[in-house]
């Protein structure tokens, strides 16, 4: 099976940072495009930060711009999402997901393979 596993959520205080982790297995992640992205209830999922394949080419949603990364590391076949000086409004389900091939716009509807995503609180 084709599967992305998160970790690495928790509760943080506001100005702290946490490392979100996407393991991928039953494919090999160097051929997929991947990103970041949480959900909030009662609101619909929205892009955080991609990365393409080959040329590593990332994009980022203007809020989390300076403060987090994105990266890859195909031969680990995982992704990270490096989160610093988190606020409040970060807080949400982070799900990592991945796309063969192409690169496309960071939204949800370009992505297939999805993982159960890790809960981030950030609160004083």
């Known amino acids: 099976q084709l599967q992305l596993v998160e970790s690495g959520g928790g509760l943080v205080q506001p100005g702290g940072s946490l490392r979100l982790s996407c393991v991928a297995s039953g494919f090999g992640l160097d051929l997929y495009g991947a990103g970041w992205f949480r959900q909030v209830p009662g609101k619909e999922r929205q892009g955080v930060s991609c990365i393409s394949h080959h040329t590593n080419h990332t994009s980022y949603e203007d809020s989390v711009k300076g403060r987090f990364i994105i990266s890859r590391d195909d031969a680990k076949n995982t992704v990270y999402l490096q989160m610093d000086n988190l606020r409040p409004e970060d807080t949400g389900i982070y799900y990592c997901?991945?796309?063969?091939?192409?690169?496309?716009?960071?939204?949800?509807?370009?992505?297939?393979?999805w993982g159960q995503g890790t809960q981030v609180t950030v609160a004083s």
């Open positions: 997901a991945a796309v063969y091939a192409v690169f496309g716009v960071c939204q949800p509807s370009a992505y297939e393979i």
